[in-house]
């Protein structure tokens, strides 16, 4: 089974960051592809950005060039670092896992950003 631990959410004004983060138990980040989603209310989920294994990145046009996905073997932690937020990106985010055959999710955390 796979279990991720998200934090990092909150509560921000409109250009401020938050870097979200997302641990593994089980397994580490570098045998895994990772992915971050998020969901507004009355929105459907949404793709916001992707890592490989080989370090291949993917990012949603509308977060293009203000997020930034990244991991650290090390700590055995996949980052989301969003910057300069605005008030659409208002969410629960998610984090999410394919390790060899078995997908797992976080349990959300939280982003509110305010005008």
């Known amino acids: 089974e796979v279990q991720l631990v998200e934090s990092g959410g909150g509560s921000v004004q409109a250009g401020e960051s938050l870097r979200l983060s997302c641990t593994p138990s089980?397994?580490?980040?570098?045998?895994?592809?990772w992915g971050w989603y998020r969901q507004a209310p009355g929105n459907e989920c949404e793709l916001v950005s992707t890592?490989?294994?080989?370090?291949?990145?993917y990012y949603a046009d509308s977060v293009k060039g203000r997020f930034a996905i990244s991991q650290d073997n090390a700590k055995n932690t996949v980052y989301l670092q969003m910057n300069s937020l605005q008030p659409e990106d208002t969410a629960v985010y998610y984090c999410?896992?394919?390790?060899?055959?078995?997908?797992?999710w976080g349990q959300g955390t939280r982003v509110t950003v305010s005008a």
């Open positions: 890592i490989a294994r080989d370090g291949t990145t």
């Open positions: 089980g397994f580490t980040v570098d045998d895994s592809d």
């Open positions: 999410a896992a394919v390790h060899g055959m078995v997908c797992g």
